[in-house]
């Protein structure tokens, strides 16, 4: 991948505002999270630039990836599923490893990245993906869709399901509009 159209931001260059982001995002991460050319992997650079939103969409994924109603494996699920779609090849290096140590099967990452039927050995799964597909396709949803996950997930799991997945697709465009790379030596899961 080439180079993210935004410059990195660079720590000691930043104001008070962007300053204190910087380090919410880097206290949760630890300093991996800082490339090479010294500024913020991921959509962490972009968000130093706009600190108001970047503060909040940070709020907002912290509470959709740790404080919601959903298992983390589900979740890590509908999140490379959204990253998929959108073929965001920094979140998908980020998340389809984080899936993977959730208990997600390499069988089934790897037909997500195809976009091809994951052979689920869990309804659960199965379901949670139908729900991110359907929405990254649709923009909706289904009856049978939403029948399915609301007999899984209850009303207030479907409504956070639904709102990661609006989410990583922020990020998805976030990382795409911004051509943000891969770390030195990943290879892009979609050539």
Known sequence: MSDSRLAPLRREQL???RAGLWDSITSGR???IVGPDGGL????NAWVHAPSTGSRLLALGTVLRFETSIDRRLLELAIITVGAHWKA???????????REAGVSDAVIEAVRRGDPPPFADDAER????VARELVTTGSLSDSAYAEA???LGPEGLVELVSLCGYYTLVSFTLNAFSVPLPEGVEPAWP
């Open 15 to 17: 104001d008070e505002t």
């Open 30 to 32: 630890g300093q991996q």
């Open 41 to 44: 992997a991921g959509p962490f």
């Open 89 to 99: 090849e920094f979140e998908w290096y980020a998340h389809s490893r984080m899936a």
């Open 127 to 130: 379901v949670v993906h139908a």
């Open 150 to 152: 609301d007999a899984l």
